[in-house]
């Protein structure tokens, strides 16, 4: 179960245009993920800038880096993605506010 920390860290990872595109091109990259290389290739983003937003990713536990060979794999962290929806759909989403009149 996450607890709010991780949620509130996860999600401010997720809230810049560039981080949550990134995040969504290497889900669908699935579990083989991207070289940072191709990633900016797809994006259209210059190395140093996408550098510096994986490594928020990473530190924020949506992405993992993993050396091969001479390039780093980025992949997306499926269980942390599922756990954030998770946290938020039963700590921020479930229940009825009561209607005050």
């Known amino acids: 179960m996450m607890e709010s920390h991780l949620a509130v860290r996860t999600l401010f990872a997720l809230a810049h245009e560039t981080r949550l595109a990134v995040f ?3 889900v669908k990259a699935g579990p083989e993920g991207l070289p940072a290389g191709r990633l900016a ?3 259209g983003v210059p190395l140093p800038t996408l550098s510096f937003h994986l490594k928020e990713l990473v530190n924020a536990g949506l992405v993992s880096a993993t050396p091969v060979s001479r390039f780093v794999i980025y992949r997306a962290d499926y269980a942390r993605m599922e756990a954030l929806v998770t946290y938020l759909g039963e700590k921020c989403c479930r229940g009825v506010l ?3 009149q």
């Open 24 to 26: 969504r091109t290497l």
């Open 98 to 100: 009561p209607v005050t």
């Open 41 to 43: 290739g797809v994006l």
